[in-house]
């Protein structure tokens, strides 16, 4: 997961469950949450993402897939690239993620060896 503490909802959005379904897990499975800071009546929770939420949330995660997302391209190459993308590893992601921070488009395009038309 991305945070290391998240609400409920947030949870949900980034699952593809309901709230109500987390909220249900967090009683079941024994997670660890804090009152959610500035929330008055004590129900706003924030659920600790340690190491057990995310082992049950991927030993669940073939129940329910997350929301996916679709885009209205135009262009083909957009879309192959956002497809080969969500299929890279999380390692890959961060190697691509770096690379394109260190060189930019120009320089990973010249390491690919393809030459700008400009």
């Not at 699952?15 to 804090?34: D, H, M, P, V």
């Not at 129940?63 to 390692?91: C, R, T, V, W």
Request: charged content about 30%.
């Amino acid at each position: 997961m991305k945070k290391e503490w998240m609400t409920p909802e947030e949870l949900a959005l980034e699952t593809g469950y309901s709230r109500q379904t987390i909220n249900k897990w967090i009683k079941r499975e024994g997670w660890a949450t804090l009152p959610k800071p500035g929330v008055q009546g004590g129900k706003a929770r924030l659920i600790h993402i340690d190491d057990g939420v995310e082992a049950f949330l991927r030993s669940i995660r073939h129940i329910s897939e997350p929301a996916g997302h679709y885009f209205a391209d135009k262009d083909p190459l957009a879309g192959l690239l956002i497809g080969s993308i969500n299929q890279m590893s999380h390692h890959e992601k961060d190697q691509l993620s770096r690379l394109l921070l260190r060189e930019g488009i120009k320089g990973m395009l010249k390491k690919l060896g393809i030459e700008s038309a400009e």
